[in-house]
């Protein structure tokens, strides 16, 4: 298998302070993480394409200078929600494409964040 | 249209019955397909990939995938109250950076 895992896993914060948050590929090197948000009881949103090394490909609509990505190795992701604000407060979930596994293209999802901004 | 339909449910089935989950994708260049189950409140994880036609068979759970259809099913033997999720379709395209497109989910209920 392929183990990601998150931290933290869950966090509550005051609107206007930033949130960091991390993604690692535990027993794997993975050439792309993405990551996501999930409102309760909606689908998945896909937010950005992060790759290592490189700049982050955000979805359209989503606020680069407010969620703020850097893959700065292979097996790790992190995501930066700044300024955050009671709206943010979502499930953020990341998810890991292994390097060698191009065609495949399986992605191995994180446990999530749970983010609440009072 | 979505690019990946499924039927959102809720899906009830009986416990040892065969639940069948089916989705439907509109990219003809689509290359690989998955199955994720999703728990309330938790993550999704791989549960099937497949991306030739035909079926695929791992445990109770086979795959099928039927690309001149541009169909993909899950289908789950046996059915356990422990199978009650949201179980996600996912297309994936070698071109599309390694994105996938999810569908929204069919949600599952296997009643004791």
């Known amino acids: 298998g392929a183990v990601v895992s998150q931290h933290p896993s869950w966090v509550i914060c005051k609107s206007g302070t930033s949130v960091k948050i991390e993604c690692r590929s535990l027993?794997?090197?993975?050439?792309?993480m993405f990551w996501y948000r999930q409102f309760p009881k909606q689908s998945l949103m896909l937010m950005a394409t992060?790759?290592?090394?490189?700049?982050?490909?955000?979805e359209q609509g989503v606020e680069k200078d407010k969620f703020l990505i850097n893959h700065a190795s292979l097996t790790l992701s992190t995501l930066t929600v700044t300024s955050a604000h009671p709206e943010d407060s979502s499930f953020y979930i990341c998810s890991a494409k292994r390097g060698d596994r191009v065609f495949y293209n399986e992605q191995f999802f994180g446990p999530g964040t749970r983010l609440t901004v009072l | 249209q979505k690019e990946v339909e499924q039927n959102s449910g809720p899906l009830s089935v009986p416990e040892g019955a065969i639940a069948s989950l089916n989705c439907t994708y509109s990219d003809r260049g689509s290359q690989s397909f998955f199955w994720y189950r999703q728990y309330s409140g938790k993550s999704p994880e791989l549960i099937m990939f497949i991306y030739s036609n035909g079926d695929k068979e791992d445990g109770r759970f086979t795959a099928q995938l039927n690309k001149a259809s541009q169909y993909v099913s899950l289908l789950i033997r046996d059915s356990q109250p422990s199978d009650s999720a949201t179980y996600l379709c996912a297309v994936n395209r070698l071109t599309n950076a390694g994105k996938s497109t999810f569908g929204d989910g069919t949600t599952l209920t296997v009643k004791p």
């Open positions: 992060s790759n290592e090394g490189s700049k982050a490909t955000y």
């Open positions: 027993d794997f090197q993975a050439t792309t």
